[in-house]
């Protein structure tokens, strides 16, 4: 087996770390319950000094109080999902495989709507890293992939 490039092994470490995040999140939330992660928050909130009335804190803290068993069960579930799609990902791109150089590909194009919805409408630093990280490993893939189809022509040719 060939020796995979720096930028794809980048890439699926950066996925892998994704899936790492979903499961700890995901086990965290379930773990904790609802009324617990609502006063760690708001105990989070107090130690850091944050106006509870400015815009993240708030919105957080709306969707803190909708939380309850019932849907903590179901984000940990759609997390842990989330991070197995994640983890073969990550997988199939460090071991080189085609076919996830392709799903990486199609899973970072359909985050760009949204992406480029935030930069628009935000215009914040961490959309714009979003973005432009999201672009570089779209492109990327896009250069491995045609790549290979150059590859597999020339042999065929030959």
């Given at each position: 087996m060939?020796?995979?490039?720096?930028?794809?092994?980048?890439i699926a470490l950066l996925e892998a770390s994704k899936g790492a995040l979903a499961i700890i999140v995901g086990l965290?939330?379930?773990e904790l319950?609802?009324?617990e992660i609502q006063s760690l928050f708001e105990e989070l909130v107090q130690h850091?000094?944050?106006n509870p009335a400015s815009e993240y804190p708030s919105v957080i803290h709306h969707a803190i109080a909708k939380i309850n068993d019932k849907?903590?069960?179901i984000i940990a579930l759609g997390s842990l999902l989330y991070a197995s799609v994640r983890f073969v990902e990550a997988f199939g791109l460090w071991r080189g495989y085609a076919?996830?150089?392709w799903f990486a590909l199609a899973s970072g194009a359909i985050y760009l709507p949204f992406e480029f919805y935030g930069v628009i409408t935000q215009g914040k630093l961490l959309?714009?890293?979003?973005?432009v990280i999201n672009l570089i490993v779209i492109g990327y893939m896009a250069l491995l992939?045609?790549?290979r189809r150059k590859e597999k022509s020339a042999v065929h040719l030959s």
């Open positions: 060939k020796k995979q490039p720096k930028a794809l092994r980048a965290s939330l379930h319950g609802g009324r850091l000094h944050l849907n903590i069960t076919w996830t150089e959309d714009w890293l979003a973005l992939i045609q790549r």
